[in-house]
C-alpha cells in the first residue's frame, strides 16, 4: 500500500472526476453488470463537500474512488460508487479506500446506519469484515430519491417489478445500534463469567 495515497478527496481533486465516471462505466461493461451512473459534477460536488475518498499513486495517477450520499435526513448513509482502476487491482486497494471511506461515514455520521447494494462478492467480503450484514432491501432506505438513482443500472426494470423488494444486488446494513447492543450482551457476559469463577475460587 506504499504505492498508493488514499485520502480524503477535496477541490483539488475534481480535475479527475470525469476520468472517474469514464473508469466506472467501463468497468461495469466489461463486468456486465449494473453501476447507477453518476456525472463528473456530481462526483465533484461530494469531493467538495469532503463525502468522497480517493487513492492515487505516488505518481498522481487515478487508482481508485469511492463517495459516501446520505439518505432520509442522515439516518441512512452509502459508500457508493467503489472503484480501482485495473491497473492497480490485487494490491488490497478496494478494502483500503472502502474501509477509508466507513471511517469517514462514521466520523460524520456516528449514528447513522451505513447500507450498500453490490453485485461484486469481492465488495460483500469486504463489507462482513467492517461488520455489514446482508438484509432485506426493506430493512434500506426508503427515500425515493436514491432507488431513482438506481434508474441508469441494466437491472432496473427487474428492481421495479420487484417493486423494490429485490434485485441482482445484495442488500448490506451495518447499524451502530445493533453493534452496541452486540457489545454490551458480550460485556455482561464476561462479567458474568469473572463473577463465576470469583465465587467458584473464592477470590479475596
Not at 491497473?87 to 446506519?113: C, M, T, V
Not at 427487474?158 to 451502530?176: A, E, F, S, V
Request: with cysteine.
Amino acid at each position: 500500500m506504499d504505492k498508493f495515497v488514499v485520502s480524503v478527496a477535496d477541490a483539488s481533486h475534481v480535475k479527475y472526476a470525469e476520468e472517474i465516471c469514464e473508469l466506472m462505466a467501463d468497468s461495469a461493461a466489461k463486468r456486465g453488470t449494473g453501476i447507477a451512473r453518476r456525472s463528473p459534477d456530481y462526483l465533484q460536488m461530494k469531493m467538495n463537500e469532503g463525502k468522497a475518498i480517493i487513492a492515487l499513486t505516488k505518481s498522481g495517477k487515478l487508482a481508485g474512488f469511492c463517495y459516501i450520499e446520505v439518505w432520509s435526513n442522515g439516518k441512512y448513509l452509502a459508500n457508493s460508487g467503489l472503484i480501482v482502476h485495473e491497473d492497480y487491482r490485487n494490491h488490497g486497494l478496494a478494502q483500503a479506500i472502502k474501509e477509508r471511506a466507513f471511517k469517514l461515514s462514521r466520523e460524520k455520521y456516528p449514528q447513522a446506519k451505513l447500507f450498500g447494494l453490490t453485485t461484486s462478492m469481492a465488495v460483500m467480503k469486504i463489507n462482513s469484515d467492517l461488520g455489514y450484514r446482508p438484509v432485506a432491501f426493506t430493512q434500506l432506505t426508503d427515500d425515493e430519491a436514491f432507488w431513482k438513482g438506481c434508474a441508469t443500472c441494466v437491472n432496473y426494470d427487474i428492481l421495479t417489478r420487484k417493486n423494490h423488494q429485490m434485485c441482482l444486488c445484495t442488500g448490506m446494513l451495518y447499524d451502530p445500534e445493533e453493534k452496541k447492543r452486540q457489545w454490551k450482551n458480550k460485556s455482561e457476559k464476561v462479567q458474568e463469567k469473572i463473577l463465576f469463577w470469583k465465587q467458584k475460587v473464592k477470590i479475596k
